[in-house]
């Protein structure tokens, strides 16, 4: 199993900026893909961002242009860039891997609230 721990979330008001940081416990230059989704109050899990081992990446049409999705293998550490925030960012922002065989695995969650 390999533990993902996520830092970086917190208060922002609206057109700010927020990096967060999801460290795995193991290398990740294997896994398949990492990424984030996040969870509003009453709504579904959703796809923010993924990025493959080759830095492919994906990204959710309502972040495109504001949200950057990196990784760095030196570090075993994903990072997701967010500009231009929203209060419609809101939402706990959870890390994602999947690895061959072993499946998706998940990180704790961090809180990022967008308000004034």
């Known amino acids: 199993q390999v533990q993902l721990v996520e830092s970086g979330g917190g208060l922002v008001q609206p057109e700010g900026s927020l990096r967060l940081s999801c460290a795995a416990s193991r290398n990740i230059f294997t896994f398949n893909f990492m990424g984030w989704y996040r969870q509003a109050p009453g709504k579904e899990r959703e796809l923010v961002a993924r990025?493959?081992?080759?830095?492919?990446?994906v990204y959710a049409d309502s972040v495109k242009g504001r949200f950057t999705i990196s990784r760095d293998n030196a570090k075993n550490t994903v990072y997701l860039q967010m500009n231009s925030l929203k209060p419609e960012d809101t939402a706990v922002y959870y890390c994602y891997a999947d690895r061959p065989i072993s499946g998706r695995s998940w990180g704790q969650g961090t809180q990022v609230t967008v308000s004034s």
């Open positions: 990025i493959t081992s080759g830095g492919s990446t």
